[in-house]
């Protein structure tokens, strides 16, 4: 009798609960009037619900619907996917002057500065993300929460780089020799990683976001004749042997080592103290969203200890949670080609998008191409 009460009355909370929050419009979610409500989910939390979520196809979308959209699912919503880049997601808030297709995004590091301009993201209830403590505090704040971050490398052919007699590369500059011409990829300016690679080059160079002379310069020296707009071209270059080096990231190089290309990978010297270019991901809540509860649950799940090592073996980026950092450094492939010590990762370069002036970078760069 008295177990027939409790389950009574725990029905009644439960949709008590779910009437309070439905009722709550989006910006008392977002300002913490019910971060209380940061509590385990329960089965039917998400009745109705159909949260959209901005990302890529392929494996990131894969990964999500194998971890992330059943949980979704067993507390009675649904997750859509909007594939593609978050350049083309960026192409579309424009085009609705901020009402979005969808609820929560990808937003890489070198969009931070384009964001700022506009008003198309709302604040995120940190209060609602408990999962924030399996991250760095800088890799959170009011505006975005960090879901991974690609460390950006020279991957080379180790047996052709000893037929050639070229001592392993340190920096970008050792790609120009003689050698290798011909035989090198980088990433197009447009690709997902073409910034923050040429910002790499620049400081490398001696420049910095502001002076991107010297990195032009040392472009025309390495005088590539090829650039890929998908990392996964790089793979096929060199097990076709199309290339002997690639300026990539490292989860590529990763997979080119697991089809068994003979690659090894460097984490380039950019100047006194700092070796390694890192590339980061963000996740935004729309500000047109009316889903903002389910964006905030998507967001602490992202953030989960197997959500990241899952995303980071399938994927090929680094994850943010500790845990799942450990669990990388139990494969052998992921030990030699990656950076593990958090110590060494947190000295690798980022560049300050809010520096950069991204249409002077990118004539700058298909000048010096083209013309060279």
């Not at 939390?45 to 619907?65: I, P, Q, R, Y």
């Not at 859509?80 to 808030?93: H, I, R």
């Not at 994850?319 to 958090?342: C, G, H």
């Amino acid at each position: 009798m008295r177990d027939k009460y409790i389950v009574k009355y725990n029905k009644k909370q439960e949709f008590k609960m779910k009437r309070i929050i439905k009722s709550l419009p989006k910006w008392a979610l977002a300002i913490g009037i019910v971060s209380s409500f940061a509590t385990p989910s329960y089965a039917g939390e998400f009745d109705g619900v159909t949260l959209k979520v901005a990302t890529w196809g392929g494996s990131w979308k894969a990964n999500m619907e194998k971890i992330i959209v059943p949980k979704f699912e067993a507390l009675g919503g649904k997750i859509e996917f909007v594939t593609g880049s978050p350049a083309a997601s960026f192409a579309k808030l424009v085009a609705g002057r901020g009402r979005a297709p969808f609820d929560v995004m990808e937003v890489l590091d070198a969009q931070v500065g384009d964001f700022a301009q506009v008003d198309y993201l709302q604040p995120i209830n940190l209060d609602l993300i408990p999962n924030k403590k399996n991250i760095q505090s800088f890799q959170y704040n009011n505006t975005y929460v960090g879901s991974w971050f690609t460390q950006e490398v020279i991957c080379y052919d180790t047996e052709k780089f000893s037929e050639l007699g070229i001592p392993a590369p340190k920096t970008y500059a050792d790609l120009a020799h003689p050698a290798l011409q011909d035989k090198v990829s980088l990433p197009d300016i447009n690709s997902g990683a073409g910034l923050a690679n040429f910002g790499g080059v620049v400081f490398a160079a001696g420049g910095d976001e502001e002076n991107i002379q010297p990195g032009l310069d040392l472009m025309a020296k390495i005088n590539a004749t090829k650039f890929w707009k998908r990392g996964g071209e790089t793979k096929t270059q060199f097990e076709t042997g199309d290339i002997y080096a690639a300026v990539v990231h490292v989860g590529w190089c990763a997979r080119a080592a697991r089809a068994g290309s003979p690659v090894m990978s460097v984490h380039p010297e950019i100047k006194p103290g700092v070796k390694g270019l890192a590339k980061e991901g963000w996740l935004g809540i729309m500000k047109s969203s009316d889903n903002v509860a389910a964006a905030h649950w998507f967001i602490n799940e992202y953030l989960t200890t197997d959500f990241q090592y899952e995303y980071a073996i399938n994927s090929g980026v680094f994850p943010l949670n500790q845990e799942a950092i450990d669990k990388m450094k139990t494969d052998e492939i992921n030990v030699r080609l990656m950076e593990m010590d958090s110590g060494n990762i947190s000295k690798m370069l980022r560049i300050d998008y809010n520096k950069v002036d991204k249409t002077a970078w990118i004539n700058g760069w298909n000048k010096t191409l083209t013309t060279n």
